[in-house]
């Protein structure tokens, strides 16, 4: 992976290069392409990192693309004013385009915890109470954290 984020970060930030640096994630796997613009973008604080993934969204509009946009807004680049509100938005869209992945409909419950709570009470609680015995064991133990620390109920919800 060493290799491969050195020549996006070189064909991005020092050669200014927009369509070589696509040419480079074109064949990228989902997992690897959100992980490198991940790193990239924590490391440098460059929206240029979104931008990327903006530029795919509109080659190929797919679920596993507006995941890695929001994760690259909501992880990497939080910071920036309106990040999370757009990450938020890419989830939302990613969820359109695949509805029946429960892991991207429980992933709007981070969105709960953020200081703007740009998730509802109440559609937190829906996800919870629809989704939770889905959910890997990372997100239940992350889930029961906002069940204990709400003191909400977790017979009406788990």
Do not use: C
């Not at 290799?3 to 991005?12: A, G, M």
């Not at 890695?68 to 890419?90: K, P």
């Amino acid at each position: 992976m060493g290799k491969l984020l050195e020549d996006i970060k070189q064909s991005l930030e020092n050669e200014r290069d927009f369509n070589k640096t696509i040419n480079i994630l074109k064949p990228l796997d989902d997992e690897v392409l959100r992980e490198a613009l991940i790193w990239l973008a924590i490391d440098s604080q460059n929206m240029s990192y979104y931008f990327l993934i903006l530029q795919l969204i509109q080659e190929n509009k797919t679920w596993t693309h507006h995941l890695t946009a929001s994760r690259v807004l909501s992880v990497s680049l939080v910071s920036f004013e309106g990040a999370e509100n757009i990450a938020l938005n890419h989830l939302r869209r990613a969820i359109e385009l695949d509805n029946d992945n429960v892991e991207l409909k429980l992933e709007l419950v981070s969105f709960f915890e953020s200081p703007e709570k740009l998730v509802s009470e109440e559609e937190v609680k829906f996800i919870i109470k629809n989704y939770y015995r889905f959910a890997s064991k990372d997100l239940q133990e992350r889930i029961d954290n906002i069940v204990k620390r709400r003191n909400w109920e977790s017979n009406n919800l788990l």
